[in-house]
């Protein structure tokens, strides 16, 4: 099973919780949970979520904190939605890991620290 979550831990743990019931009432609870679509934007305008604003630094921030707390509630596997900023998508041109030149943001050494200390 498979979800996408771009919201505050509070939702986070409401999804998850409505994925497992879900998935168990159906017999199947016993099947992994993905989140396979996840991110914050670094543009402060687009930074909605309280103690997550600030530009870059909030958007590592954000996931520092909630790529971690995905895995912790259970999701086996938990990948961030896009590599590189970009205006294809106006709701997400800031999403990236890497600016428009492809030059890392914070959050790209973030996500790399948290890949390299997650077994």
Known sequence: ??????????????????VRSTLARFGVGDRPIWVTETGYSSDPADQAHPGYQGGPGAQARWLQDHLPY????????????????GSEDPGAAHHGLLDELLRPKPAYYAYRDLVRSTP
Do not use: P
């Open 1 to 18: 099973m498979n979800f996408h979550t771009y919201s505050t831990q509070a939702e986070m743990q409401r999804t998850m919780d409505y």
């Open 70 to 85: 995905l895995r912790q509630l259970g999701a086996a596997k938990v990948f961030w939605f896009k590599l590189y900023d």
